[in-house]
C-alpha cells in the first residue's frame, strides 16, 4: 500500500508579510496569492519492522531510526520529524514504522512558500494514511503550529493555508490565530490572462527568510513608524488587487504591484539588493507594469505583470541576468492526498 499526496507552491500577489506576528495579532494582516501547478510530494509506505526510513528525493538524502514515541531532532529532516512526533503525540498514540520519500519542484528558499508546502504535504500524507478527523482549516492551522511553534521556524501563516486550500485566495490574519480565507471567483477570461501576462522568473539565488523575518518582526516590535506604516499600505494593496480582479480591471495590476513593491522594500533592509533592483528596472525597461519578490525577499523567484504582448520581450530582457523563466500555471486545487492498494 502506497500513501501519496501533493501540495501546490504559491506566489504572493499582495499583503506579503501582513500575516507576521506580531503585526497581524495587532492591526490584522491581509494578504491576496495564487497557487501554481508546481507541487511538493509525500509518499509513506507502511513497514512493519519497527524502523523508519526517510528519503529526500530532492536531496538524495537518507536516514534510518528505530521507530519510537518522539525522535530526536535531525536538520536535514526536521520538517518530516517535526509532523511525526506531533501527529503521534496528538493521534496515533503509539510509535509508526513506514517508508517516507519527499519530494518538492522548485529549490527551498525560492520565495514560493516551499517549506510550508512541504509541511503540508507531509501532514496531508499522514492524514490520509491514519485516517484523521482533520478539515482544511485544522490541516493548514496544525502545520503552522509544527513549524511555528513546535520547530521555531521564522515565517508567517499564508503559506499552510495557501497550500492546503488552493487557488486565488484573499486571507484574512487575525489576533489569536484566527484566519479566514475567501477564494476569489474569477471570470474564466481573467485567469486566462493572468496564467498569459505573469511572469515568473529565478533569480538563481537563495536565501534565508528568517533574518528578514526577525528583522519585520523587531521593526513592529520597535515601534518603527515607516515599517509600519509600509505593512498598512501593503495590507491596503492586497484589497486594491483583491478589487482590480474581481472588476475585471487587470491594467491596474502593474501599478497596484509597483505601490506594493515601493512599501515592501521599507519593511526591512534586507528585502532588496542591487540585484534585485537591476532586474526589476530591466523588466519594467521591456514592458512590465509592476512586480515584486516572492517571499520574504533577498532573493529567490520574482514575478512581473506583463501586459499585452511583453512577456517575451521582457524575458529576453532578464536573461542577461543568470537567472531563468520559470513555466507555471494557476491551479485551483490545494492539498491532493490518495491511496495506492
Known amino acids: 500500500m502506497l500513501i501519496r499526496s501533493k501540495a501546490p507552491l504559491r506566489i504572493g500577489l499582495a499583503g506579503g508579510g501582513t500575516d507576521v506576528s506580531p503585526y497581524s495579532d495587532l492591526y490584522g494582516g491581509a494578504i491576496l496569492n495564487a497557487t501554481i501547478n508546481l507541487y511538493a510530494y509525500t509518499t509513506i509506505e507502511p513497514l512493519y519492522n519497527g524502523k523508519i ?29 517535526g509532523v511525526y512526533n506531533r501527529v503521534v503525540k496528538d493521534f496515533a ?32 500524507a499522514f492524514v490520509e494514511w491514519l485516517n484523521l478527523p482533520l478539515g482544511n482549516y485544522d490541516i493548514a492551522h496544525l502545520a503552522y503550529e509544527i513549524e511555528r511553534v513546535d520547530l521555531a521556524m521564522a515565517g508567517g501563516k499564508q503559506d499552510q493555508y495557501a497550500a492546503t486550500f488552493g487557488g486565488i485566495n484573499f486571507m484574512e490574519f487575525l489576533a489569536n490565530d484566527r484566519v479566514i ?3 476569489l471567483q474569477l471570470k474564466q477570461e481573467v485567469l486566462h490572462e493572468l496564467d498569459l501576462s505573469i511572469l515568473l522568473y529565478y533569480t538563481a539565488t ?16 520597535n515601534k518603527n513608524a515607516q515599517a509600519i506604516d509600509a505593512m498598512h499600505n501593503l495590507k491596503d494593496q492586497a484589497i486594491h488587487m483583491k478589487e482590480a480582479l474581481l472588476r475585471g480591471e487587470l491594467h491596474k495590476l502593474g501599478e497596484v504591484l509597483q505601490h506594493g513593491w515601493h512599501n515592501k522594500k521599507l519593511m526591512a533592509a534586507s528585502i532588496t539588493n542591487t540585484q534585485i533592483d537591476e532586474l526589476y528596472d530591466a523588466a519594467l525597461a521591456a514592458g512590465a507594469t509592476g512586480g515584486k519578490i516572492s517571499g520574504a525577499g533577498g532573493g529567490g523567484f520574482m514575478f512581473f505583470y506583463c501586459p499585452s504582448t511583453t512577456k ?30
Not at 526510513?53 to 520529524?81: Q, R, Y
Open 206 to 221: 537563495q536565501r534565508s527568510s528568517a533574518k528578514i523575518i526577525t528583522d519585520q518582526v523587531a521593526n513592529v516590535h
Open 93 to 124: 498514540h503509539k510509535p509508526l514504522s513506514f517508508r517516507l520519500t519527499s519530494h518538492i519542484e522548485a529549490p527551498q528558499g525560492s520565495g514560493l512558500g516551499t517549506s510550508s508546502t512541504i509541511m503540508v504535504s507531509l501532514l496531508g
Open 53 to 81: 526510513e526517510l528519503v529526500n528525493d530532492t536531496t538524495n538524502e537518507t536516514l534510518t531510526l528505530d521507530s519510537a514515541l518522539v525522535l530526536k531532532h535531525n536538520k536535514a529532516f526536521e520538517l518530516v520529524i
Open 312 to 341: 517575451n520581450k521582457v524575458a529576453r530582457a532578464l536573461q542577461q541576468y543568470g537567472g531563468n523563466v520559470q513555466s507555471f500555471k494557476l491551479t485551483p486545487h490545494g492539498l491532493t492526498t490518495w491511496t495506492i492498494r
Open 181 to 183: 480565507v475567501n477564494p
